[in-house]
């Protein structure tokens, strides 16, 4: 449990970091995609648990894999606070998949950007030794 309120919590300040981030490319919209950063930290907690319970080497591609799948998913909340504007003739889906596509571009080509995958590891640290703290509290450990 203490897992996935630290993972709500780190996915809100991830979502903060990425509006921070976007301003200046995205504009003021971006801060409307900073509480997506809950709902995106729950997913990739929720995705990536199973690896707490391997080797603590395994944490080292969740963190990429997962540093990559959260940017890709605050690139579509992105894209959809784009929409909220009001510009005539823009294709929606269009809008959106760009957003997507432009985050992920500045992850990987961009190197103000590549800590993040040092702040990720760390992240999954952290969740890691909650969820075996946790296991073993429980007696499961």
Same mark, same amino acid.
């Given at each position: 449990?203490?897992?996935?309120?630290?993972?709500?919590?780190?996915?809100?300040?991830? #979502? !903060? %970091?990425?509006?921070?981030?976007? =301003?200046?490319?995205?504009?003021?919209?971006? +801060?409307?995609?900073? *509480?997506? /950063? &809950?709902?995106? #930290? !729950? %997913?990739?907690?929720?995705?990536? =648990?199973?690896?707490?319970?391997?080797?603590? +080497?395994?944490?080292? *591609?969740? /963190? &990429?894999?997962?540093?990559?799948?959260?940017?890709?998913?605050?690139?579509?909340?992105?894209?959809?606070?784009?929409?909220?504007?009001?510009?005539?003739?823009?294709?929606?889906?269009?809008?959106?998949?760009?957003?997507?596509?432009?985050?992920?571009?500045?992850?990987?080509?961009?190197?103000?950007?590549?800590?993040?995958?040092?702040?990720?590891?760390?992240?999954?640290?952290?969740?890691?030794?909650?969820?075996?703290?946790?296991?073993?509290?429980?007696?499961?450990?």
């Amino acid at each position: 449990m203490r897992a996935a309120v630290t993972s709500t919590l780190s996915g809100l300040l991830w #979502g !903060l %970091l990425g509006s921070f981030l976007t =301003r200046n490319v995205f504009g003021v919209h971006s +801060w409307l995609a900073a *509480p997506c /950063g &809950i709902f995106i #930290g !729950l %997913l990739v907690f929720w995705g990536s =648990r199973w690896t707490y319970r391997k080797s603590a +080497w395994t944490l080292v *591609p969740t /963190g &990429i894999i997962s540093t990559f799948v959260a940017v890709a998913l605050f690139g579509l909340c992105l894209g959809f606070a784009d929409l909220t504007r009001d510009i005539p003739n823009r294709t929606g889906w269009a809008v959106v998949v760009q957003s997507m596509n432009a985050c992920l571009w500045g992850l990987i080509f961009a190197p103000l950007y590549w800590p993040l995958f040092i702040l990720s590891f760390a992240n999954h640290a952290l969740l890691r030794h909650l969820v075996q703290a946790d296991a073993t509290a429980d007696g499961g450990g």
